[in-house]
């Protein structure tokens, strides 16, 4: 696996989250698609909680201390528990960026680190730190789509136009 090609996407996608989230409205940072969907203030507080909390610690302890019981998650009610929804979002965006970019530095830093030392989960199984380092690469890609998508659909609302001629979505 190629550490520093992973680590250098994370980097460019500091670049690519700040041009896809800066200069939103009002209305388009709080649009939800359905009442059980997400608006784009909730994607953006679940991605500033995932850089602190799941992905870079995740990586630290597996690479630290991963013999250790890991701290517990749970992203799905932090959108409810912490109220991302009344969380304003130009801070936000704000606190993300500095937050991706301490990852980045801080990743940058590590000299010969133990990729593949693993965390014994107990129901998962075996977890590297290689593999949480993927996954966070992942989790870009899948909220990227995710917020493409939230834009795509708002787009057609506020046009009232038929957007196929596009292509397909």
């Known amino acids: 696996m190629d550490h520093a090609s992973i680590i250098h996407n994370l980097s460019d996608n500091l670049a690519f989250f700040s041009q896809l989230l800066t200069g939103t409205s009002e209305e388009e940072v709080r649009w939800k698609p359905a009442p059980d969907k997400w608006c784009l203030l909730e994607v953006l507080c679940h991605l500033v909680d995932e850089e602190r909390e799941d992905f870079r610690a995740r990586v630290r302890h597996v690479l630290l201390k991963p013999e250790e019981v890991m701290p517990p998650i749970d992203p799905q009610s932090w959108v409810h528990e912490r109220k991302y929804i009344s969380r304003d979002y130009s801070d936000m965006l704000d606190i993300f960026l500095e937050e991706r970019k301490s990852s980045v530095a801080w ?10 030392n693993t965390y014994q989960h107990p129901t998962l199984g075996p977890l590297s ?13 899948l909220h990227i789509r995710q917020i493409l998508g939230l834009k795509y659909a708002l787009l057609g ?12 979505w």
């Open 157 to 168: 609302i506020q046009s009232k136009q038929d957007l196929r001629y596009a292509g397909g």
């Open 129 to 141: 730190a290689e593999l949480f380092l993927a996954n966070w690469l992942a989790h870009d890609y």
């Open 107 to 116: 990743l940058q830093s590590l000299v010969s680190p133990p990729w593949t």
